[in-house]
Nanobody
Framework: QVQLVESGGGLVQAGGSLRLSCAAN????????MGWFRQAPGQERKFVAR????????YYELSVKGRFTISRDNAKNTVYLQMNSLKPEDTAVYYC?????????????WGPGTQVTVSS
């Protein structure tokens, strides 16, 4: 099973950009479906984006579509979330998550999260 660690969060002004990274250990990273989720204060954790093991298929939550891009580099065991045109409502803790297709379809590996704060 992989372990995940996010990085790249921080404070940015509205309209700015950030790129989050999620580094995974383990030799089977390229077999995992990867996703990004976020949790704003007082809210439930919500889906943001996902990417297939090969990187050939992606899917986005409607509010981030066209602004965020998920990608992965299987040679580096890393998945990215490029966030452009950031809005104050994007403020949240962002989590990287993974699941292996042999264990089902629910994300069962999570990173500790990285804080993203967008000021107006």
């Amino acid at each position: 099973q992989v372990q995940l660690v996010e990085s790249g969060g921080g404070l940015v002004q509205a309209g700015g950009s950030l790129r989050l990274s999620c580094a995974a250990n383990g030799r089977t990273f390229s077999s995992y479906h990867m996703g990004w989720f976020r949790q704003a204060p007082g809210q439930e954790r919500k889906f943001v984006a996902r990417i297939s093991p090969s990187g050939g298929s992606t899917y986005y939550e409607l509010s981030v579509k066209g602004r965020f891009t998920i990608s992965r580099d299987n040679a580096k065991n890393t998945v990215y979330l490029q966030m452009n045109s950031l809005k104050p409502e994007d403020t949240a803790v962002y989590y990287c998550a993974a699941f292996h297709p042999t264990t089902g379809s629910a994300y069962d590996v999570w990173g500790p999260g990285t804080q993203v704060t967008v000021s107006s």
